[in-house]
Structure formats: structure tokens, C-alpha cells
């Protein structure tokens, strides 16, 4: 079983940055794939991006060339660098942890409790 717990949200206006952490818990952090969802008010939770154990990723095409997802597993964290951020990026982003590589929420079975990200226009 794994902990998660995001840090890194805020206000920030269109075309600036933020970087994401999700720091979790437990010694096998490595054997999980993570991802990152987001869900805006009123829509469903959609994919963000994900990386395996061994770096391979995987993103969704409204971010691709933008975000970039990363691990550090000596220090049982993963990370979304969010760059020319748009409005539209306006959500709560979650972290999750999964055996498997997937787009789809239902897949993962861990979840942390999410952090707002706002970007003002």
C-alpha cells in the first residue's frame, strides 16, 4: 500500500509555471507507475501524464510540449513541471500510483487528496 500527498499548487497567471511534488509513502515506491489526473469544476477527472519505474511516460495531447512528468526514486517523489500555463489548466490536480501504465482514473488504485491550481487569464 502507498501514501501520497501533493504539494506545488497555486495562483499563478497565464504563460508562468509551477511544479507539482507528489512525495509517497512505503518502500516500493518503484514498483508503481504514477500518474497525474486533474478535474476541473463540473467535468470529469482526465489524464494528465504518468511515468513508469524505468522513465517511460505517457501524456495527454492538451499538454503535451507543455508539462513534463518526472521521479526521483531515491526520494520516493514525482514531479509535474507545468510551463506556459493556460487557463484552461485551472483544476485540482491528483497524484496516483498504479502497477500499470494507463490514461484511465479507474485503473489506479491509490490516490492522494489533490491540490488546486488556478491560472488567471
Known amino acids: 500500500q502507498v501514501q501520497l500527498v501533493e504539494s506545488g499548487g497555486g495562483l499563478v497567471q497565464a504563460g508562468g509555471s509551477l511544479r507539482l511534488s507528489c512525495a509517497a509513502s512505503?518502500?516500493?515506491?518503484?514498483?508503481?507507475?504514477m500518474g497525474w489526473f486533474r478535474q476541473a469544476p463540473g467535468k470529469e477527472r482526465e489524464f494528465v501524464a504518468a511515468?513508469?519505474?524505468?522513465?517511460?511516460?505517457s501524456y495527454s495531447d492538451s499538454v503535451k510540449g507543455r508539462f513534463t512528468i518526472s521521479r526521483d526514486n531515491a526520494k520516493n517523489t514525482v514531479y509535474l513541471e507545468m510551463n506556459n500555463l493556460k487557463p484552461e489548466d485551472t483544476a485540482v490536480y491528483y497524484c496516483?500510483?498504479?502497477?500499470?501504465?494507463?490514461?484511465?482514473?479507474?485503473?489506479?488504485?491509490?490516490w492522494g487528496q489533490g491540490t488546486q491550481v488556478t491560472v488567471s487569464s
Open positions: 511515468i513508469t519505474w524505468s522513465g517511460r511516460t
Open positions: 496516483a500510483a498504479d502497477y500499470a501504465l494507463s490514461s484511465f482514473s479507474r485503473d489506479y488504485d491509490y
Open positions: 512505503g518502500r516500493t515506491f518503484k514498483s508503481y507507475v
